[in-house]
């Protein structure tokens, strides 16, 4: 069954310090990886899309890695502020018919001043 | 502006009353889709269409019906909504195939008493 697993559930940072958040997943075939950001109370918008041949994907202040051998991926935040605090879901799509999405649960990020 | 819209955003209401969430969209999607997202549990699937008079299940389609006569309309049905449908739900669309970006609506809260 694919499975798509973040780490770590939830994590409190100070402003200005940096942070990076893990996704494991058991999908397959692999088709892509996003991540998104979810600001409380709104719909989830995309950050990062990542392929089997890429490696790393910056927008702004977050980078993310894939990692397709291990299956594994992180999304870095670099000099985080307060409005970086979100919901950062990982989302793995397979390749078979219909292109289903498979979606973690989520780590969800506090930055305090 | 490329958006996906749903009305009603927040909707209390009774057990066994029926209810009818839409949802559209004005990117000319052919895929659309709703999910349902309660704490702890992520995002989950409900219901997806991949074009206009075509629907399948997604992971949680007990209690719930959809809809696709027209592209850009997707609306989610509750035919005898029960508590355990309160919770807050998304309506998205994104281009065929896998590497389309999924936009999600702004979501709607909500409960039934």
């Known amino acids: 069954k694919n499975q798509v697993e973040q780490s770590p559930q939830s994590l409190i940072i100070l402003e200005g310090k940096n942070c990076t958040l893990q996704c494991n997943y058991t999908v397959s075939p692999f088709s892509n990886l996003r991540w998104y950001k979810q600001d409380t109370g709104r719909g989830p918008v995309s950050l990062t899309i990542?392929?089997?041949?890429?490696n790393t994907k910056s927008n702004g202040r977050y980078t993310a890695t894939l990692d397709a051998d291990t299956k594994q991926s992180s999304l870095h935040i670099t000099a985080s502020q307060l409005s970086d605090s979100a919901s950062y879901i990982c989302v793995v799509t397979d390749s078979n018919s219909g292109y289903a999405l498979n979606f973690g649960k989520g780590t969800s990020l506090l930055v305090t001043p | 502006e490329a958006q996906v819209t749903q009305n009603p955003r927040y909707l209390i209401t009774v057990t066994g009353k029926k209810l009818t969430v839409t949802c559209s969209q004005n990117m000319n999607h052919e895929y659309m889709s709703w999910y349902r997202q309660d704490p702890g549990l992520g995002l989950r699937q409900i219901y997806y269409s991949m074009n206009v008079e075509v629907t399948d299940k997604g992971d949680v389609p007990e209690g719930y019906k959809v809809s696709r006569k027209e592209k850009r309309n997707f609306p989610l049905i509750l035919e005898s909504p029960s508590p355990n449908q309160t919770s807050l739900y998304f309506c998205a669309s994104r281009a065929g195939g896998p590497g389309g970006t999924q936009y999600f609506g702004p979501g709607t809260r909500l409960t039934v008493l």
């Open positions: 990542m392929t089997f041949s890429e």
